[in-house]
């Protein structure tokens, strides 16, 4: 080779100089990106197990409220929502007896003869009246023919605002 085709083939000092310093900034530059997005991964899965420490304990606390709960009779009706449940059932059974004495001209000897299955409820017939009894209630209900129907057949109002009378 000759003199001039061997010097454009060499690198000068200051060529090889900018080339190492240009290397040596390329490096920082991925090594800094690579910190920066190992850092933003980091918190990522370090509140990965506090979100599921907080599920776990949520999950131990319902759970330990659902036994508690569990031995405990649920109240599905208010005492006063019952009676005026009772109260109602009462004058429907009385307006399906006097239904059927009107159709028949004789009284039913059950309330089951009028499709009414209703346990607790009985119908005691008698010559003129019958007397209907329900044993669902805290206390005894009776109604019996001739007595004030008002009050049973206003239990429905009392239910739709919740029991109150």
Known sequence: MSGAQASKHRISRPDLAAEILLDLVKQRVEEAQEARAAALARPRRARQPLYLLGLVGLFLGLTGWNVVRATQRPVVYTPQEWEASVRFRIYLAAQAVEAYRESTGALPTTLAALGIDDEGFSLVPGDSTYTIVAQHAPERLIYRRGDDLAP????????ARGGRP
């Open 152 to 159: 049973f057949a206003s239990a429905y109002a009392a239910l």
